[in-house]
Structure formats: structure tokens, C-alpha cells
């Protein structure tokens, strides 16, 4: 069973920087590919970037060009590089692991962390 441990949420104000990681142990998919999703107050869980195994990414509209989704395959550590903070980025980021292609469908992925929270404040 893959366990997925969050960290480096906190709170920041607007165009500030974060890294959240993501530290994987337990089973290790072979595929590599994970991602990381957010769910603000009152609103559906968003995909936010995912990553292959080949380094191939996807990023959500709303933070292309702002974030920066990255692995360190040695470590089995994802990361997820967050610059020009919005108040609109406020949520509880997730890490996800499991998928095979980096698409942000919630459904193809199979182990989930806990969360960490990230309050952007204007």
C-alpha cells in the first residue's frame, strides 16, 4: 500500500512562493506518475499538475505558467513549485499517485495523502 505524506502547506500573502512536497513510501507505483490536486472552501477537488514517468506534465488553465510540478525519483519525492500566489489558490493541496498518463482525472489515480493547507491572503 502506498503511503503519501504532504508537506510545505502554510499561509502566504498574494504573489508570494511555495513548495509543497510529497514524500511516497510504502508501494512505489513503477509508472511514476503522480500529481497533485487542491479543494477549496466550497468547491470541487481540482486537478492542479500531474507528472509521467517520462516527465511529461499537465498543468490546470488557472496556474500554467505559475506552478511547476517536478520529482525526485531517488528520494520518491513530488514536488509542486508555486509562484505568483493568488487568494484564489487557497485550498488543501493533495498529492496523488497511481496514474499512468499525466491527465488531471482524479479517477486514474490510486492512493491519496491527507492534504496540506495553503491560504494565500490578498
Known amino acids: 500500500q502506498a503511503q503519501l505524506v504532504e508537506s510545505g502547506g502554510g499561509s502566504v500573502q498574494a504573489g508570494g512562493s511555495l513548495r509543497l512536497s510529497c514524500t511516497a513510501s510504502?508501494?512505489?507505483?513503477?509508472?511514476?506518475?503522480m500529481g497533485w490536486f487542491r479543494q477549496g472552501p466550497g468547491k470541487e477537488r481540482q486537478g492542479v499538475a500531474a507528472?509521467?514517468?517520462?516527465?511529461?506534465?499537465e498543468y490546470a488553465d488557472s496556474v500554467q505558467g505559475r506552478f511547476t510540478i517536478s520529482q525526485d525519483y531517488a528520494k520518491n519525492i513530488l514536488y509542486l513549485q508555486m509562484t505568483s500566489l493568488k487568494p484564489e489558490d487557497t485550498a488543501v493541496y493533495y498529492c496523488?499517485?497511481?496514474?499512468?498518463?499525466?491527465?488531471?482525472?482524479?479517477?486514474?489515480?490510486?492512493?491519496w495523502g491527507q492534504g496540506t493547507q495553503v491560504t494565500v491572503s490578498s
Open positions: 496523488a499517485a497511481g496514474c499512468q498518463w499525466a491527465v488531471l482525472r482524479a479517477r486514474n489515480f490510486g492512493a
Open positions: 507528472i509521467d514517468g517520462d516527465g511529461r506534465t
Open positions: 510504502g508501494y512505489i507505483y513503477s509508472s511514476r506518475c
